[in-house]
């Protein structure tokens, strides 16, 4: 019988030498035993990379992957991170993700690297948050020819909340638009970081990629804990995989953790036992322990991941610490639309698709709805519109599905006339006016940078979608502009906007700051005297009439015709305040009628009329899918 690891330490410390037999606890690939070496606190480096979307985050970890051989030269590939499609064909990354790194540095000692690669987009920002409490340090990238955008500035702000320090690095210098000293400056106005030491690099071509991992031995802090205390880990983040169940990630605070040991969740209260202890080297790599400051994964036979909060503090079963460790905010989904499938055969397997989706990706939530046009379906929350079509793009792709995506919509606060508060997700569900005393709308802090050119642009814009300025600064030829906006009016097409009328150099991140109170009606749309109420929506009453206009406009074009006159209207409770009528198909009846009497002309027309009448009557108007998208594709 093979001993146990304790036996096999009191055999050795009694013999002194191990019987030819006997195999060591560990193996690696080659068969050679893993020793479990005593990793010092100061050998190890946690650190994230943080910037702007496209700043070269993703291609910055390929270099320190590469240069360092973690991974062999034949399975590189680009975004070595990222493992969805998704996530490569666009180029950004969604998920956090890890990777251990082991770096002989010049001073001859070997250190053990904990990366963390975050997401750039401002949808994501959870997931930032996330990963920079799981280190001490951080990379900065700045893009040379581009310089601070806003999505920088706020990753930088989350940085230095969670006490890092910061080596900042100038990326893309072998563009031919690169200004690093511009840069340097900017990085001082606009963040107030001491930029002198920034280090040059090409994440591309691999230039300035050994003064990097240099910088992360010497500029970084180690981590700090205690190795003897009762364990404290931070839950970081989990995942579903289809072999090994709910793979958990987790930041060890002090203590050890082994194979084997039973485990308890703080929050929760679940005790498990870890049936797996591994590294991402980013493949998984089986150790025997993690120590503190390590960085590490575990599976214990959990059967999902809503069993694992995040942010949540993992102790000993028997020998627990006193104090959780203060967890993280939870994330709050701001943005709320409707999935259909557009056969409605589908909605078994639409389910399927959001459950499975469901544990890999707690962030969004869903709920059953139905709906009189488009039948069944799910009312979905997410963290902002990006988030919303990874969602949709990951049902679409991976489970084969057709969907129709209802009007995006926000959470309003109904302040009913008996005192009750109520939450409004859908604007269908809006109860009768009289009951409602008041509604409050979901306002956001808005940050826009952007080349002073196109300033002007971004003021009209600001103040179409109902804006309130409140601050205006230059860093260099930049302007900084903070709006207080509704979050209604940006969920639609705004971002869209704000990119075509600056050509794509503006930079918006936005957090919700208050709920506030405003004029708002709901506005339903009539297609043939049916309200159609995938398309109604909640507006601003001075806006109401435009946005009606504008959007029996495009119906107008977007709805074929049928052999019936079809009104199309957009209403506020019982007052119409908008209507187009599209026309019937005619069939010219008369054209036997050769000669004789004009009556018997008349009588066709009549007699097709009262036809007309009727079929309108019984008929059901048929609207396309596209009209839907189009429709909610809002303009002015």
């Not at 089986?286 to 694992?308: C, H, M, Y």
């Not at 909605?347 to 069944?376: H, P, Q, V, W």
Request: overall charge neutral.
């Amino acid at each position: 019988m093979i001993p146990t690891v304790s036996c096999d330490l009191r055999i050795l410390s009694a013999t002194s030498r191990r019987k030819p037999h006997e195999k060591p606890p560990f193996r690696d690939k080659a068969g050679q035993a893993i020793r479990a070496p005593m990793i010092t606190l100061d050998r190890i480096r946690n650190f994230s990379i943080v910037a702007h979307i496209d700043h070269g985050k993703s291609t910055l970890a390929d270099r320190l992957i590469q240069m360092t051989g973690t991974v062999a030269a034949r399975d590189m590939k680009a975004q070595m991170l990222d493992s969805m499609d998704i996530e490569r064909e666009r180029g950004i990354t969604i998920k956090a993700n890890t990777v251990r790194i082991e770096y002989p540095a010049k001073d001859g000692k070997t250190y053990i690297l904990n990366l963390i690669d975050t997401p750039g987009h401002v949808d994501f920002a959870y997931e930032v948050s996330r990963s920079m409490r799981a280190v001490e340090g951080s990379l900065l990238v700045v893009d040379a020819s581009q310089g601070v955008e806003a999505q920088t500035l706020a990753n930088v702000y989350q940085a230095l909340d969670a006490g890092h320090e910061i080596v900042p690095v100038l990326n893309k210098i072998d563009l031919p638009a690169a200004e690093p000293e511009r840069v340097k400056q900017n990085i001082e106005d606009v963040i107030g970081l001491d930029a002198s030491d920034a280090i040059p690099i090409s994440a591309k071509t691999g230039l300035g990629i050994p003064d990097v991992l240099e910088a992360i031995v010497h500029r970084l802090p180690a981590p700090k804990g205690d190795r003897n205390a009762p364990l404290k880990a931070m839950l970081v983040d989990s995942w579903y995989d289809a072999y090994l169940g709910v793979v958990v990630m987790i930041r060890i605070v002090d203590g050890v953790v082994k194979k084997g040991d039973r485990i308890k969740m703080m929050q929760t209260g679940a005790v498990y036992g870890i049936d797996k202890l591994a590294v991402l080297k980013p493949q998984m790599v089986d150790i025997p322990e993690l120590g503190p400051g390590e960085i590490g994964v575990f599976t214990a036979s959990i059967k999902q991941v809503r069993d694992t909060k995040v942010g949540d503090t993992i102790t000993h079963e028997r020998k627990p610490c006193d104090q959780p460790l203060p967890g993280f905010k939870p994330s709050v989904p701001v943005v709320f639309c409707g999935l259909f499938p557009v056969d409605a055969n589908d909605f078994e397997a639409l389910r399927d698709a959001i459950e499975k989706l469901a544990l890999n990706d707690a962030s969004f939530t869903y709920e059953m709805e139905t709906s009189a046009a488009l039948g069944f379906g799910f009312r979905m929350g997410f963290l902002g519109l990006l988030h919303l079509e990874v969602i949709r793009d990951r049902l679409e792709r991976e489970y084969d599905l057709d969907l129709i995506t209802t009007a995006p919509s926000v959470v309003f606060r109904l302040y009913m006339k008996d005192g009750e508060v109520r939450d409004l997700h859908n604007p269908a569900d809006m109860p009768d006016l009289t009951y409602v005393d008041h509604i409050e709308e979901p306002r956001i802090k808005a940050t826009i940078m952007v080349p002073d050119e196109y300033l002007g642009d971004i003021l009209k814009l600001c103040q179409d979608r109902r804006g309130i300025q409140s601050n205006l600064t230059y860093a260099g030829p930049r302007a900084m502009v903070e709006y207080d906006l509704p979050l209604a009016e940006v969920v639609f097409d705004f971002y869209d906007r704000l990119k075509s009328v600056t050509k794509g150099y503006a930079s918006f991140d936005y957090q919700i700051s208050e709920y506030r109170e405003d004029n708002l009606v709901k506005m339903s749309i009539l297609v043939n005297d049916e309200p159609v109420d995938a398309l109604s929506m909640m507006v601003h009453r001075d806006r109401a009439d435009a946005r009606g206009r504008s959007m029996v406009e495009k119906l107008k074009d977007l709805i074929p015709r049928h052999m019936f006159k079809i009104p199309i209207q957009a209403a506020i409770g019982g007052r119409v305040i908008a209507r187009e009528t599209l026309s019937a198909m005619r069939k010219d009846v008369t054209a036997k009628c050769y000669g004789g009497d004009a009556t018997r002309k008349k009588k066709l027309l009549e007699k097709q009329k009262a036809g007309k009448k009727k079929m309108r009557q019984f008929g059901k108007v048929e609207i396309p899918q596209e009209a839907f998208i189009a429709a909610l594709k809002m303009d002015g």
